[in-house]
């Protein structure tokens, strides 16, 4: 089955450590993102890549980094300079095809990391 | 992009329609109107989007007001699997979709 997955579902990191998320995709899109969601609140986007070996900085990107080496992978490292790394994390792609390409195509989403820093 | 405003909570009984409205009276010419939904811990889920005319898919229908100023997702026969957070965007070609805190909603058997 085509889709996203992102691991692993509960993630548990003392203070201070950095901590790496993944995300993988096997629905071939080009563009990939990380969005952070805190309780109650919307998604806040942290990261996103329109092409492979490139990323772009989101709204909240203080803390963290990102990398693209591979079409289907884009991991989130959470570092010990994000104040706040407590957080539902999820990771979404979409198709560069189409008309509007991936500006305007639906985004797929993962079932999400949920994040707590001890 | 343009913001939105959604009411904080809805109840629709089980099996009736579910009709959840949108303000969006700042959207411009270009920008589409998306839905999605968030079911508890989970990622978003698409429902379905548009521009100026009316949709329908498997899922819902969007009504779209004739000055864009405003839309209605519709879920025909709401079952208690809908129950959850769905969220209107408006959007032009961002890199991102901006999602607000969206609407509670709460299938009742």
């Known amino acids: 089955d085509g889709g996203i997955t992102q691991s692993p579902k509960y993630l548990f990191r003392k203070e201070g450590q950095n901590v790496t998320l993944s995300c993988e995709q096997n629905?071939?899109?080009?563009?990939m993102y990380w969005y952070r969601q805190d309780p109650g609140q919307g998604l806040r986007l942290i990261y996103y890549?329109?092409?492979?070996?490139?990323?772009q900085k989101g709204d909240i990107a203080e803390g963290y980094s990102v990398s693209r080496e591979k079409k289907e992978s884009f991991p989130l490292t959470v570092t010990s300079a994000q104040k706040n790394p407590t957080a539902f994390y999820l990771c979404?792609?979409?198709?560069?095809?189409?008309?509007?390409?991936?500006?305007?195509?639906?985004?797929?989403f993962g079932p999400g990391t949920r994040l707590t820093v001890l | 992009d343009a913001k939105t405003t959604q009411p904080t909570s809805m109840d629709c009984a089980e099996g009736r329609a579910a009709n959840l409205p949108c303000n969006h009276s700042?959207?411009?010419?270009?920008?589409?109107v998306y839905w999605y939904r968030q079911i508890h811990s989970q990622g978003p889920q698409y429902i379905i989007h548009?521009?100026?005319n009316n949709e329908t898919n498997e899922m819902a229908s969007l009504i779209i007001t004739e000055d864009r100023k405003s839309s209605t997702l519709i879920l025909p026969h709401a079952t208690l699997r809908d129950t959850a957070v769905y969220y209107c965007?408006?959007?032009?070609?961002?890199?991102?979709?901006?999602f607000g805190t969206g609407t509670r909603l709460t299938v009742i058997p």
């Open positions: 979404a792609s979409t198709s560069g095809s189409g008309v509007g390409g991936w500006a305007y195509n639906e985004q797929f």
């Open positions: 629905l071939n899109h080009d563009a």
């Open positions: 890549s329109q092409i492979v070996n490139d990323f």
């Open positions: 700042t959207i411009s010419g270009n920008e589409y």
């Open positions: 548009g521009l100026k």
């Open positions: 965007i408006v959007r032009a070609g961002a890199n991102n979709l901006f």
